[in-house]
Structure formats: C-alpha cells, structure tokens
C-alpha cells in the first residue's frame, strides 16, 4: 500500500524507519502540539515497540499515522494518517497529521491530509472520520476545513481542551 500526490509518498511503517521517528521525536514542530514526551522513546526497543504498534495497527485495521516523504528527494517530513479513540462511549476513527517545523507553511499538511481522506473513506470504508486540535493551533484548523471537515465540539483529549472536527464522504 501506498498513497502518492502530486509531491508526496506515504507508506506504512517498518522497523527500518528508525532514524525517521528519532527524527520526528526530537522536532520542536513536530511535538509543539503534543503531550509532552508522548513521542519519545527511552532505548532501541521502545523505539522498536513504538514503531512496531503502528505497523500492527495497520496490519488489523489499514490504518496508521503513515510516514510521509517527499517525492522530489525522499525526504521525511513527518506523518500522516488514522488511529482509533474513545467518543462518546465508542471507539471511533481519528485523523491527523503532523509535519516537521523546516516543513511547514507549504501546503503538504493539506495535500496528506486530502490523499488520506480519501484513502479511508474510499479504500478502508470509513463512515466519518474525525479531526481535533487544540484552538491554538489555527494552522491544523485550517487543514480540517480545507478537506470539508465541520467543527462539532469542543472535547478533552489526553487533559487538554480541543476542537473536534467530523468529516464525512461526499455524497
């Protein structure tokens, strides 16, 4: 499996991808927004472990917060992708992205985030599909609308306040 865009690859994870999440795991960007140490990993075999839940998470589901690389030159700019969490009292289907900060500002989050729309609802069968962010991060906010996401609700997710965005396939 494999998703292509004009610019970017994404791809499932391997253990060879090592150096790529000791990359995003260290990247002010890439964590800005995030838990605080929630990407980190202690030794090689938590690194292991890590990348190793995203690839079964894959291999059950066909989802995952996918690595993307640019075309032109292979490079790695961050992820991409799905995962489950609990709303409303029942598991449902998240998506999100998140790019290294030399990475930003230039349109990649949207042209993922629109290739991994379509993927889930079209390929995986998703139903809807949901986004959330905190409020400051006006940037990812903007990419939710972009790819015809509506705002639902304010939520708490992992102690702090986000706006939580649903989308649903076009008709």
Known sequence: MQIETPRLILRPWSLADAPHYVTMSKDIGYNC????????????????AKIQKRMDTFDRH???KF???RKQDGVFIGTCGADFFEFESRPEMEMGY??????????????AALAMRDYLFHKVGAHSLYGFAVKQNSASIRVLEKIGFRYRQVID???MEHQLFEGRPAL
Do not use: T
């Open 157 to 159: 997710y992992e102690g």
């Open 98 to 111: 998140r790019l290294l900060l030399a990475h930003w500002g230039q349109g990649y989050a949207s042209e």
């Open 67 to 69: 690595p993307i690389f």
């Open 62 to 64: 066909g989802i995952s």
């Open 33 to 48: 927004f995030a838990s605080p140490g929630v990407y980190l990993a202690r030794d090689a075999n938590d690194l292991n």
